[in-house]
C-alpha cells in the first residue's frame, strides 16, 4: 500500500505543483510548443494527399505506369511515426540523453522530472496517431492496382520519413525554441545538434538514391 504521501505524488492528477508547471509561464504559449508536431503534421498531411491520388503526372513509373508515389508517401509517413519512436525511446528513455524540455526545464526534481514525462508522452502519442495512420494507408495500398510494390521503395521511403522527422524536429526544437538538445551533459551540445543534422541529411540522400535506383523504375 502507498502511503497518502507517496499517492499526492504518483500522477499530474494528484499533483497540484505538477498541474501548474505543465503550463508554466515559462512556455506560455502552446502553439510555440507544439510548433514541431504542426509542422510535421502538414508534411503528413501532404503525404496522404499523395498517397491517395490516382493518377500521378509525369515522374517515375514502371513498364506498366504504376506510380511509385502512393508506397514513397505512405511508407515515408511510417517513417516518421517510426523515426520518432526511435527517438523517443532510445534518446529520451534508454539513454536519457535528453527530455522534451530538458534544456528548458532540467529534470532536477520531481515536478521537472514530471512535467518533461508528460511532454514526453505528448510526443509519444503523435508518434503512435502518425504510425497507425501510416499503417492503415499501407493495407489501403493491397487492393490498388496503379501502384508499385518494392521492397526497395519501401525501406527508401521509410528512411526518408524518418530523416524529415529528424530534420523538422532538430531544426525546431534543437535549434529555434531549444527546448532540448541532442545530448544535454556533453562539452559541446552544438557538436551533437548539427551532428544528427549532419546525419538526418545523409539519411535523405541515402533514401533518395535507394528510391530512384531501383531496378522496377522507368523515366518516363
Not at 527546448?179 to 545538434?193: G, P, Q, T, Y
Amino acid at each position: 500500500m502507498y502511503s497518502a504521501g507517496l499517492q499526492s505524488l504518483a500522477c499530474i492528477n494528484c499533483n497540484k505543483p505538477v498541474q501548474r508547471a505543465i503550463l508554466d509561464n515559462v512556455f506560455p504559449n502552446l502553439f510555440v510548443m507544439l510548433l514541431a508536431f504542426i509542422v510535421l503534421g502538414i508534411i503528413v498531411t501532404s503525404l496522404i494527399y499523395l498517397a491517395n491520388k490516382k493518377e500521378q503526372a509525369g515522374g517515375w513509373h514502371d513498364k506498366g505506369k504504376k506510380s511509385i508515389v502512393p508506397l514513397i508517401s505512405t511508407s515515408a509517413i511510417l517513417g516518421i511515426g517510426i523515426g520518432g519512436f526511435i527517438d523517443g525511446i532510445l534518446l529520451h528513455q534508454i539513454l536519457q540523453w535528453h527530455e522534451m524540455l530538458s534544456n528548458k526545464l532540467p529534470p532536477i526534481d520531481l515536478v521537472a522530472k514530471s512535467v518533461n514525462m508528460f511532454w514526453d508522452g505528448v510526443f509519444h502519442a503523435f508518434t503512435l496517431i502518425v504510425t497507425t495512420i501510416g499503417i492503415f494507408f499501407l493495407f489501403s495500398l493491397l487492393s490498388r492496382r496503379d501502384v508499385i510494390i518494392s521492397k526497395r521503395l519501401f525501406i527508401g521511403g521509410m528512411v526518408l520519413g524518418w530523416g524529415l522527422f529528424n530534420i523538422v524536429e532538430g531544426v525546431i526544437d534543437h535549434h529555434i525554441l531549444k527546448l532540448h538538445n541532442v545530448r544535454e551533459i556533453s562539452d559541446n551540445v552544438d557538436a551533437w545538434n548539427y551532428g544528427f543534422l549532419v546525419v538526418s541529411v545523409f539519411m535523405i540522400v541515402g533514401a533518395v538514391w535507394a528510391i530512384f535506383s531501383d531496378s522496377k523504375l522507368s523515366n518516363s
